[in-house]
Nanobody, 125 residues
Framework: VQLQAYGGGLVQAGGFLRLSCSAS????????IGWFRQAPGKERECVSV???????HYEESVKGRFTISRDNAKKTVYLQMNSLKPEDTAVYYC????????????????????WGQGTLVTVSS
C-alpha cells in the first residue's frame, strides 16, 4: 500500500486543521492507520491510530482535541485537529500495517511497515 499525507499548514494557536492520508492499493480496510509526528530535535511519536475495526488510540496530549476517522470507500483516513497548540508543531506522517491488532493497538513506529511522506503542521503562538 502507498500512502500520501496532506493537509498541513500554518495556523494560529486555537485554530484547526484536518490532515488526510490517502492510500492506493488493495484491501485498505484491513489496515490499521496511524498518525505519527516528529518535532525538531525530538523522537517520532504516535499521535493517533485507527484499527481496521474502528477502534482508536490517542496520545494523551491530544485527547479531546484530535479525532481520527476513516472512510474505507475513499481509502482515506482523516485526523481532525482542533484547539491546536504551538507544541503540536511537527511533521506529521501517516503509516499503515495490516498486522496491527484491534486491541491493544500498537503505537510503536516499528510496528508499521508502510509510511507516507510527511506534512508539516506549524502552530504559531
Amino acid at each position: 500500500v502507498q500512502l500520501q499525507a496532506y493537509g498541513g499548514g500554518l495556523v494560529q494557536a486555537g485554530g484547526f486543521l484536518r490532515l488526510s492520508c490517502s492510500a492506493s492499493g488493495h484491501s485498505f480496510s484491513r489496515y490499521a492507520i496511524g498518525w505519527f509526528r516528529q518535532a525538531p530535535g525530538k523522537e517520532r511519536e504516535c499521535v493517533s491510530v485507527i484499527a481496521r475495526n474502528g477502534n482508536t488510540h490517542y496520545e494523551e496530549s491530544v485527547k479531546g482535541r484530535f479525532t481520527i476517522s476513516r472512510d474505507n470507500a475513499k481509502k482515506t483516513v482523516y485526523l481532525q485537529m482542533n484547539s491546536l497548540k504551538p507544541e503540536d508543531t511537527a511533521v506529521y506522517y501517516c503509516a499503515a500495517d495490516a498486522t496491527i491488532l484491534t486491541a491493544p493497538i500498537a503505537t510503536s513506529q516499528t510496528s508499521y511497515h508502510y509510511w507516507g511522506q510527511g506534512t508539516l503542521v506549524t502552530v504559531s503562538s
